[in-house]
């Protein structure tokens, strides 16, 4: 899962209840001192949330951009019911078009900008299925793909993450927990998040419906490739990842950024969560890509 650096929210930001077409989902908003250039919508992965980002709120605001991070269905704070059947991608694309709406009746097209879509990991199947849902026009100017692959995830983590899924039938959320940290408790001590970064993990773990953390494990083990389809979106793409990934081998998002057409950063020191790990070079890097598409 991803581990933000700090969960204290910068003077920038808040958080809000973001009101959609599909129900209400729970929100970062960073808003920046002076005119909005630009607006981000960004979608986090499978154990995520919009923590996930709390890094990149102050870097991106101060540049002029609005930055929306979003908990999906199921995710943390925005909740949802124990029915596996709500949380099937396709529902999960429906969300983010909701919310890219949402998002863009918050102002006028010259109060907010271009908007630009981000998902991470998991996130990026949900956001590359909205898109591929959407019709014509868009709503989007851009489309980011950080640290998710065109397919399902690699075999060493697809064993881990059908562990979990066998364990998700049989013991409760806080169960796992344990069991987690029991795993965890050889780790190197120098590598372990702060207190309160730590109990955040904890209740952001337990706060999770169990029937969206299923069915997000299912498709990360079986998705197929759907990045030809992705590539015929008339989008701008940038494929961003740290140098070394877990879920998805890197060279894999190399080659689908290639197939894609799509700009592609590969952010130095960074794991499978750049936005948390190597948060000022993924700014810069968004910025850099995003500046240059046209409004």
């Known amino acids: 899962m991803s581990t933000p650096p700090f969960v204290a929210l910068p003077s920038c930001a808040r958080a809000l209840r973001l009101s959609t077409a599909r129900g209400d989902f729970a929100a970062l908003e960073a808003l920046p001192d002076g005119p909005v250039r630009a607006t981000a919508l960004l979608v986090p992965g499978f154990t995520g949330s919009k923590e996930d980002f709390i890094a990149l709120l102050a ?27 709500v949380y099937a991608l396709p529902e999960l694309g429906l969300d983010v078009r909701a919310l890219s709406e949402a998002v863009a009746g918050r102002g006028t097209a010259a109060d907010r900008g271009p908007l630009h879509l981000l998902g991470h990991s998991f996130g990026g199947y949900v956001v ?15 489309l980011t ?13 697809a064993v881990r993450t059908k562990m979990l899924l066998d364990a998700l039938t049989v013991m409760d959320l806080e169960a796992i927990w344990q069991v987690m940290q029991e795993m965890d408790a050889g780790s190197d001590p120098t590598g372990l998040p702060s207190p309160e970064v730590a109990d955040f993990l ?43 990934d877990y879920a998805w081998p890197v060279p894999w998002q190399s080659e689908m950024a290639e197939r894609l ?9 960074a794991g499978h969560s750049p936005n948390a790990e190597r948060p000022l070079e993924t700014a810069r890097a968004l910025l850099d890509f995003w500046t240059s598409v046209p409004s």
Not at 77 to 84: L, M
Not at 213 to 232: F, K, P, Q, T, Y
């Open 261 to 269: 057409g799509a700009r592609r950063v590969v952010v130095s020191g």
């Open 145 to 157: 793909l950080m640290s998710t692959g065109p397919a399902a995830i690699d075999p060493a983590e």
């Open 128 to 142: 590359r299925e909205s898109v591929l849902a959407a019709d014509a026009p868009l709503p989007w100017s851009s």
């Open 202 to 244: 904890h209740h952001r773990w337990v706060s999770n419906v169990p029937q969206s953390l299923s069915a997000m494990a299912r498709r990360l083990i079986g998705e197929s490739d759907r990045v030809a389809e992705l590539a015929a979106a008339p989008l701008p793409k940038l494929v961003l990842s740290g140098d070394r």
């Open 59 to 85: 870097p991106l605001s101060a540049a002029g951009l609005r930055v929306v991070a979003v908990d999906q269905r199921g995710q943390y704070e925005s909740g949802g019911p124990a029915d596996e059947a």
